[in-house]
T-cell receptor, first 113, second 111 residues
Framework: DTAVSQTPKYLVTQMGNDKSIKCEQNLGHDTMYWYKQDSKKFLKIMFSYNNKELIINETVPNRFSPKSPDKAHLNLHINSLELGDSAVYFC????????????FGSGTRLTVV | SQKIEQNSEALNIQEGKTATLTCNYTNYSPAYLQWYRQDPGRGPVFLLLIRENEKEKRKERLKVTFDTTLKQSLFHITASQPADSATYLCAPGGGANNLFFGTGTRLTVIP
């Protein structure tokens, strides 16, 4: 039973396209997140979301938008993809008390050509 | 803004020795600090959490210390094994703040 699952695992697309990455968690967690890991392996928060509040990292371009149909899902939509968007994107979830740790998905490697 | 530095981008150590990884943070007063392990092609995996009022935490061969005066956490792996080879990430956090990750230290345990 995968706790946090992301699809697809790999995504290759052309500049200018719009794409989505899906994320689902079966842990009953209250909060979900999207992180971006760049080529230097630096893991950077993009969004955190629970059923009450969306917190956006101010450095994230508005071409990126999270969409949550329900508490167990947080999808990431990216419009007008750019070369610099190439990275590994990780979905994660946590209980309301974040001190119990985050559970990460296995990542989606996005390559924009 | 918060800054999290993990000294040593890479650390090589002989099997059986104790590996010590360092995490320093500035412009931040976290309520706790978490440590994660990341293997190539995988997401980070939660290992340990230490709270600001705790000096030390242990879990099997892992030991974490937290010095809020020095703004530093040390992560030790005793009796290291080749299977411990991975990237280790520290992540201070607390309250409504999101978890911010350090740059990671890639540990290689040499047989």
């Amino acid at each position: 039973d995968t706790a946090v699952s992301q699809t697809p695992k790999y995504l290759v697309t052309q500049m200018g396209n719009d794409k989505s990455i899906k994320c689902e968690q079966n842990l009953g967690h209250d909060t979900m997140y999207w992180y971006k890991q760049d080529s230097k392996k630096f893991l950077k928060i993009m969004f955190s979301y629970n059923n009450k509040e969306l917190i956006i990292n101010e450095t994230v371009p508005n071409r990126f938008s999270p969409k949550s149909p329900d508490k167990a899902h947080l999808n990431l939509h990216i419009n007008s993809l750019e070369l610099g968007d190439s990275a590994v994107y990780f979905c994660a979830s946590s209980q309301r008390d974040r001190s119990y740790g985050y559970t990460f998905g296995s990542g989606t490697r996005l390559t924009v050509v | 803004s918060q800054k999290i530095e993990q000294n040593s981008e890479a650390l090589n150590i002989q099997e059986g020795k104790t590996a010590t990884l360092t995490c320093n943070y500035t412009n931040y007063s976290p309520a706790y600090l978490q440590w994660y392990r990341q293997d190539p092609g995988r997401g980070p995996v939660f290992l340990l959490l230490i709270r600001e009022n705790e000096k030390e935490k242990r879990k099997e061969r892992l030991k974490v210390t937290f010095d809020t005066t020095l703004k530093q956490s040390l992560f030790h792996i005793t009796a290291s094994q080749p299977a411990d080879s991975a990237t280790y990430l520290c992540a201070p956090g607390g309250g409504a703040n999101n978890l911010f990750f350090g740059t990671g230290t890639r540990l290689t345990v040499i047989p």
